[in-house]
Each structure stands twice: as structure tokens, then as C-alpha cells.
């Protein structure tokens, strides 16, 4: 018992256990896949037990009380909330090598020291989007590519506007990812949880809307003295046109596959998107054994966070949702004119979760399972939208998700600070025009 309270307990056994949910996950056509997946996802959430956070302990409580409810009451639930934890577990695990094999690359290294080149206006648009882009396949891997490009600006010329403004783009470049990356989280889970909405017509409409959420930003930093208008290694002149033009391809091409998967093959979002970021990794890996001689699949021991907090939520949701539409009943409906006031609701409980530590993947997975059944579907883009949105602007507005507070470790800005100090009131006005958008988007035209 004692061994399983070290965070160091058994690494080469849980990664070998991920590996195994990961290849249950996609094997689709094997009878009993989903509860294979989400038993070998369990059982190495279980053995890194000293190595979870709070919440993943609580979740994971959650999911043991939720189980034995639904084994009493509601059986039917159960497969389900199986097949959620398998699809999103497995996404969960090819998102992170995807984001391993390609955080080797030297491209990535000119990239993000390209992102510090120019004026201070196109200092802060570079590096807002580039992280938005680079977060497309990196996740909250590009926040540390990043970051440490920043901490190294702090600690060799001190605390700066040129650091503070560059602190700022990064992290809400990373929040306007999950309302337009196809391959977000956010997305996935959205789709998911609201079956009857189709993931090109959630990213058509989140798009602008990133965009102009990005764009706006710029009237939220701090003006930088001409003085500050360098370049981080400055001796490092290498060109970043080629390596930012390798590093689109490749995501596009992801992109495309995922698509293409999804619309013709007809697989579930997820599984197409999974099975694109693995084939990724797949030619990633095969490319780094032509050139090196030598490759090693990176270690999954750590995960176990992800694995809980992500796939864990979507177990949860998939029980949660039955228990919902059982107690309120297969006919229930809101009035028609309670719907959109509902939407405008949704981005604000994202973000108030935030404020207290709820990770928004838990409060996706509510809002998902309990509106999702209960939705009309003239205005299902809407619940879509303030799912997306909500997500996005706390993770860049909030200080206890992942990016804030692994850009608290590489630059030293305090994550408070950051989020409220900094951004408390272009947080606040981007909720209220999201929230305002959903609800014309729910309205029954």
C-alpha cells in the first residue's frame, strides 16, 4: 500500500497500462473494447495514486460511487459511460505523444524563438497566434515551449512589459485553441456530449470568434518602451519561414485526416481525430528512426492525471446524463424562451467554475450530459458555442488551470496576477459578447 503512495510507484507498469487503454480504445472491433480501455485506464490511474492532484482523487472517488449508483439503479448507464472514458482516454493519450514526438523537433526550437522578432504590436500577435497554433497539436505543451522562451527573457533582463505583454499573448493564445482547433479537447468532448452537432459547423462559427477574441487582446496589454523591441537570443538568426511552413503542413494534414475520417469512413469525431494524431506520432516516430538510428516510445507513467481528469469527467458525464433524463423524464422541456437565457448562463459557470479550481472538462462534462439530452436541436450551435467559449476564456482568464500554472513556473509571474491583474476585465467582456452570441445562436429561427 505504501508503494502506491510514492509518485514515483511502478512508472514502467503504468505506462505499459496507458498504452494498452490507448490500443483497446481505437480497436473498435473488438467486442468488450470500451470496458477493456477503461479498466487498464483505471487500474493505472490506481498505481500512480500518490502521483494524482486533488481532484483527480476526487474524481476518481466519484467514479467508484457513481458506478456502484448506476450498478443498483441504472445499469444501462454504465456501457455508455465505458465507451465515453475509452474514446476521450485514448484521445487523451495520442494528443500527449503527438505533443512528446513533436516537442523533439528543431523546428520547434526556431519557432518559438521567432515569436519574439519584430515590433511590440507584432511581437504580441506572433506570439498570440503562434501559440494558438502550435497548441493545435501541443496542447498545453506549447504553453512551455513558450513560457520558457519568456522566463529566459526574465531572468537574463529582469521583468519587463516586453515579458509581461509576451506572458499575456501566450496564455490567451492557448485559450482561443479549444474554441476553433479541431483537435482540441474542447471540441471533441463538446460533439460528444451533443451528438446532433457536427464538429465543422461548431468550428465555422468558433473561428471568428476566436480570432476576434485574439485580435481584441491588443487593446489589452501595456504599451512597451522602443527600447524593448529585441529579439530573445538574438545571436540566433536562423530562419523561421521552413519550419513554420513544416510545422502547418503537418497540422494541416492531421486535419485533414481527422476530417476525412470523420465525414467519410463515419467514425465518431473522436475516434477520427485519434486515429489521425496517431498516425501522426506513428510517421513522427518511423522519421526519427531513419535519422537517428534509434527511437523509444516516450514513458505514459505520468498521465495518470490526464486520465482521470479527462477521461474520468467523460465516465462521469456519460452516468450523470442518464441519471438526468431519468429524474427529469424523457418529455422534459425548458419553455422556448428559457433556452437562450440558459446559453448566456453557460460561458459564466464556466468561468466561475475557474475561480474556485473546477477544471472546465468537469464542467463541460455537466453541462454537456445534463443540457445536451434536453436541447432542441435548432439551437444546439449555441450550447456548442458557450461550451467552447466558456472553456477558452477560462483557461486564459482563470488562475488554477494547467497553462497558468505552468507559466507561473517558467517565468515567475504570480498566476492570480496574471489572470485577474492582468486580464480580469477583457476576461468579463469577451464572456459577455460570447454569452450574448450564444443566445441569438439558440434563438428558433
Known sequence: ???????????????????????????????????????????????????????????????????????????????????????????????????????????????????????????YLGMTFGTAL???????????????????????????????????????????SPMTSPLSIAIVMTVTFLPGLSSWKLIAVGLPVSVLYLLSGVLAREQEPAREEVAVLPDDHASAVFPWLRFVAVIALICFGAFTLSSRAGL??????????????????????????????????????????????????????????????????????AYPLVAIAVPWLFFAGGTVGVNPIISGTLAGSILGPIWPEYGLLGLGLGMITGWGITIAGTPYSANALLLERCTGYDAREASYGWSLRYSLLALTLCSLLCAVLTLPF
Do not use: H
Not at 513560457?147 to 496564455?171: F, H, P, Y
Not at 498521465?303 to 422534459?332: K, R, T
Open 268 to 337: 465518431l469525431y473522436s475516434q477520427a481525430v485519434t486515429l489521425s494524431c496517431l498516425s501522426a506520432v506513428i510517421l513522427g516516430l518511423a522519421y526519427r528512426r531513419l535519422m537517428d538510428g534509434v527511437v523509444a516510445l516516450p514513458s505514459l507513467a505520468p498521465m495518470n492525471n490526464e486520465l482521470v481528469i479527462m477521461g474520468g469527467s467523460s465516465f462521469l458525464g456519460g452516468i450523470i446524463g442518464v441519471f438526468a433524463l431519468n429524474w427529469l423524464g424523457m418529455d422534459f422541456s425548458l419553455p422556448v424562451w
Open 1 to 123: 500500500m505504501k508503494s502506491l503512495l510514492r509518485p514515483d510507484s511502478m512508472p514502467r507498469t503504468r505506462s505499459t497500462l496507458a498504452y494498452l487503454a490507448l490500443v483497446a480504445g481505437i480497436a473498435t472491433f473488438v467486442p468488450g473494447n470500451t470496458v477493456a480501455a477503461t479498466v487498464f485506464a483505471c487500474v493505472a490511474i490506481v498505481l500512480g495514486w500518490g502521483n494524482l492532484r486533488v481532484v483527480g482523487k476526487v474524481l476518481f472517488s466519484l467514479i467508484i460511487v457513481l458506478t456502484v449508483a448506476a450498478l443498483a439503479f441504472e445499469p444501462s448507464a454504465l456501457p455508455k459511460a465505458a465507451a465515453n472514458m475509452a474514446r476521450i482516454g485514448a484521445l487523451i493519450i495520442t494528443v500527449m505523444l503527438l505533443s512528446a514526438v513533436m516537442g523533439q523537433s528543431n523546428d520547434l526550437k526556431i519557432i518559438s524563438r521567432s515569436l519574439f522578432a519584430g515590433n511590440s504590436l507584432a511581437r
Open 134 to 176: 502550435l497548441s493545435i497539436p501541443l496542447n498545453f505543451g506549447a504553453v512551455g515551449v513558450v513560457a520558457t522562451m519568456i522566463g529566459l527573457q526574465v531572468k537574463e533582463q529582469g521583468d519587463s512589459a516586453l515579458a509581461r505583454n509576451a506572458a499575456r499573448a501566450v496564455v490567451r493564445g492557448f485559450g482561443g
